[in-house]
């Protein structure tokens, strides 16, 4: 049993409320279909929660309802987007036990807008490959990852306590990476087909990299990372 999430970024654009709950929802289908989600709450503060039911007119309502940001004179930007976060609720747990999923619309370039969904607790890897590949033909992202939790931990501390060259964000592979059509067209591919244990396949409307079929361990998984992201994005050095 392992802690994943699953990271969805779309280029920075803005858009209606109902464009965004429309990816939501799919989004929220998916945990339902493959991670045994019940409900969704959002918590106004320590003691108000709100139940909200997964369909398109509840969720279009909850995201009218977030304040969107103001200018320095106070004056309401709608088209500047919310940030915002629901919980959700597995079978007989509490009300927060299974998921996070946040949500940010409206960010102006370089800052992508993303939806996050952070398991809150272990959950088997069995269903997550299909969980994923749902989700990006939900939210239609320009990258996406199936992450591990504890890999993303292991990167940052050797990045940040051993002073390790690090990458951007577009250049680590996870389990499962997603890149969307112009994306993918910048990368060689092709220097991956044919690799043990890497597969490279299309999905939504670009390309999937896997790093391994099946689940095996972080161990694995980060071997795997040093020996793939070399010969798909070079060498990092330190700067």
């Given amino acids: 049993m392992e802690k994943f999430g699953v990271n969805l970024q779309r280029d920075p654009a803005a858009g209606p409320p109902e464009v965004w709950a429309n ?8 945990l ?29 309502d909850y995201l009218r309802s977030r304040p969107v940001s103001v200018d320095d004179a106070g004056v309401p930007q709608p ?29 102006r370039g370089p800052t992508r807008n993303w939806c996050i969904v952070s398991f809150r607790r272990p959950v088997s890897p069995m269903g997550m490959p299909v969980l994923f590949a749902d989700c990006v033909a939900s939210f239609s992202p320009v990258w996406a990852a199936l992450e591990s939790r504890a890999n993303i931990t292991e990167r940052l501390d050797e990045e940040d306590v051993t002073g390790a060259p690090q990458r951007p964000a577009d250049e680590k592979l996870h389990w499962h990476t997603y890149y969307g059509p112009g994306l993918a067209a910048a990368l060689d591919l092709d220097t991956l087909r044919g690799r043990d244990a890497v597969i490279v396949r299309p999905l939504h409307e670009g390309v999937e990299v896997v790093l391994g079929e099946r689940w095996e361990s972080n161990e694995a998984l980060r071997s795997r990372q040093r020996e793939v992201e070399p010969i798909l994005f070079g060498e990092r050095t330190a700067s």
Avoid at 23 to 30: F, M
Avoid at 83 to 96: A, E, H, M, N
């Fill in 32 to 60: 339902q279909a493959h991670a045994g989600l019940e409900r969704v709450v959002h918590w106004e503060s320590r003691e108000e929660a709100h139940e909200i039911p997964v369909e398109l007119r509840a969720i279009t």
């Fill in 23 to 30: 990816r939501l929802l799919g989004v929220l289908r998916a």
């Fill in 79 to 107: 088209e500047a987007g919310i940030v915002t976060s629901l919980f959700g609720v597995g079978r007989g747990g509490p009300d927060d036990d299974l998921c996070e999923v946040m949500l940010s619309t409206g960010e």
